[in-house]
Nanobody
Framework: QVQVVESGGGLVQPGGSLRLSCAASGFTSDNFDVGWFRQAPGKEHEGVACQSRGNGATWYADSVQGRFTVSRDNAKNTVYLQMDGLKPEDTGVYSC??????????????????WGQGTQVTVSS
């Protein structure tokens, strides 16, 4: 069964850090683009970061550029989202997803087909 499972969410103070994990099973994550998305209360579902298979090119939303970092541990079949300098507006349910696209397609345009259940991130003092 192909699936991804997120973990690592929690409550953190503004300025703090969290590292989210996206563990893949039933497939090799290195063979797929992996994206991170969030759903904040009252806001639209949005992509925040992603990494392409193969060349490992990354993309970040303007709102998280310079604060969030995507990385992979192929030995663990896991993709991470390191979140530093967290702000209250980063609060939301974070999900990861895996998908395939052509090598020429940037990962923020990938049609993601396999989604996790999400993990809650709350940034509050």
């Amino acid at each position: 069964q192909v699936q991804v499972v997120e973990s690592g969410g929690g409550l953190v103070q503004p300025g703090g850090s969290l590292r989210l994990s996206c563990a893949a099973s039933g497939f090799t994550s290195d063979n797929f683009d992996v994206g991170w998305f969030r759903q904040a209360p009252g806001k639209e579902h949005e992509g925040v970061a992603c990494q392409s298979r193969g060349n490992g090119a990354t993309w970040y939303a303007d709102s998280v550029q310079g604060r969030f970092t995507v990385s992979r541990d192929n030995a663990k079949n896991t993709v991470y989202l390191q979140m530093d300098g967290l702000k209250p507006e980063d609060t939301g349910v974070y999900s990861c997803a895996a998908g395939l696209s052509t090598p020429q397609t940037a990962c923020n345009l990938t049609p993601y087909a396999t989604w996790g259940q999400g993990t809650q991130v709350t940034v509050s003092s």
